[in-house]
DNA sequence: TTAATTCATAGCCAAAGAGTTATAAATGAT
DNA sequence: ATCATTTATAACTCTTTGGCTATGAATTAA
């Protein structure tokens, strides 16, 4: 239920994959034929980067009749946000301690 | 020299790669016998992988004598940031319009 | 000079991954 | 009832990848 930042990663790690998730982001809900239609790889192939999406959380799959309806799973990038904002912080963190290190230095 | 988020996201994939850059972002520089010590592989296995987050631009590495030292490298994660950023964003947006929507509908 | 240390590279192997075609399962249309 | 459509799964192939050992290249120590 919690996606933790490894699945994220492998999950965003494929091109194809990040593709079909940045579609849904921006457009929104869309069948697995129309998101065949947008990607370069067969249907099969879609529907398993679909179902890796859904198992890192990314994305959600609603019924409907014979034809499902994938859309990009709010709030599922918050453990990578979180993550490369730590690592980001903590390179500041040394930053500002050379900062400190150098106005000490100027007097 | 501009890492494209592709490499980013395949660099960081890996576990033991994560963990070391991980590492160099929060201690600081640290040689490859340093990191070789900490990560649970051979020392040709902990070079390999700092080749790959150094091509990616996450890392860079300080020839000193016969050893290197490594260290994170700064902004390295921003087109991450910036990635996940839009990505959110998008999501706002449609969420804004779903508030939109139903604030009308309340009138 | 010789020996030891540190890192990178080469070469190999097993496992994982991404793609394909074929097919099953479920639903919708005729 | 039959046929068509849509998606998921199975079975297979091929490539990539992450690990190892062995070794080379460069530097430092004895």
């Known amino acids: 239920m919690k996606p933790n930042p490894d699945l994220l990663f492998k999950a965003l790690a494929d091109p194809t994959r990040r593709a079909l998730f940045e579609r849904l982001c921006l457009d929104g809900e869309a069948t697995v034929g129309a998101l065949t239609a ?7 192939a879609v ?15 609603r019924g409907e009749g014979r034809q499902t309806h994938y ?3 709010q709030g599922a990038l918050a453990p990578l946000i979180d993550w490369t904002g730590r690592m980001n912080r903590f390179w500041e963190a040394r930053f500002d301690d050379l900062e400190d290190l150098l106005k000490r230095m100027d007097q």
Chains 1, 2 share one sequence.
């Not at 529907?47 to 799959?61: D, F, M, R, Y």
């Open 47 to 61: 529907s398993k980067h679909l179902a890796i999406l859904k198992q890192a959380g990314l994305v959600q799959g």
């Open 71 to 73: 859309s990009a799973q």
């Open 38 to 44: 947008g990607a370069g790889v067969s249907q099969p």
